[in-house]
């Protein structure tokens, strides 16, 4: 079975890979915080498939295997400066490019210090909740028609992707009251929705930079050297 046929025999139905509507990207503020729970409530339920059939952490090979033991060594592989393919020594950026040594490396170390809270949190997660990728209709349906970077980690990714992508909606600030009017604890929330994030700030940072994208390589730095303070005030 292809990798998309193997995520849709693991999913709930109430996750739907082939939505009808419009891109979510199209919804004003205002919009999206008329129904941001039903965002909330579909990433969720993807949080609750079963991987119990799935050893590791990482993004899905072809085969919807993951590469990984621990979420430590998938987490820190990410920026490994030997890696074949388009990352090969990546780290020459610094030197080449508007990607800053010092910014870089103060968040892999804020990642780094959190990865031990999320270890063990293992979860099928859609990785690529930008708004782009999300279909809706802004009532009943959020969809999700792109699997190509899911894999298992700790779910919060894709929250934190969310807001990665649109900081003004404050993510966090609504998935901690949505958390509290349906009494759902998420153990150690701030620090592993902070490791999540920079991972995938850093992450997607240094792709901004390699293509000399000057604008969103500012709007993610604003974004991550303001988060801390956001999230420690929830």
Not at 143 to 171: E, H, Q, T
Request: charged letters at 30%; glycine letters at 4%.
């Amino acid at each position: 079975m292809s990798k998309d046929h193997i995520i849709k025999s693991m999913l709930s139905e109430k996750v739907c890979m082939t939505p009808n509507g419009f891109v979510a990207n199209k919804l004003s503020p205002k919009q999206f915080a008329d129904c941001y729970e039903l965002f909330f409530d579909k990433i969720l339920e993807i949080s609750l498939t079963d991987v119990a059939g799935v050893e590791g952490y990482g993004e899905f090979n072809d085969d919807c295997k993951t590469e990984y033991t621990t979420c430590r060594e998938f987490l820190i592989d990410t920026f490994s400066d030997d890696k074949d393919g388009y990352w090969y020594n990546w780290k020459e950026m610094f030197e080449t490019t508007l990607l800053e040594r010092e910014f870089f490396e103060k968040y892999f170390k804020e990642m780094e210090d959190r990865i031990s809270y999320c270890e063990g949190k293992r979860y099928l997660v859609y990785n690529n909740t930008f708004f782009v990728n999300m279909i809706t209709d802004g009532k009943t349906m959020v969809g999700f028609p792109d699997w190509s970077r899911s894999g298992i980690v700790d779910f919060l990714l894709d929250f934190a992707i969310m807001d990665l992508n649109k900081p003004y909606l404050k993510i966090p600030e609504l998935l901690f009251e949505y958390c509290n009017k349906r009494n759902i604890v998420i153990q150690d929330f701030k620090e592993r929705f902070l490791c999540m994030a920079y991972y995938k700030g850093i992450d997607t940072l240094r792709w901004h930079a390699s293509i000399d994208d000057t604008e969103s390589c500012k709007s993610i730095m604003k974004s991550l050297s303001e988060l801390k303070d956001r999230i420690n005030a929830l």
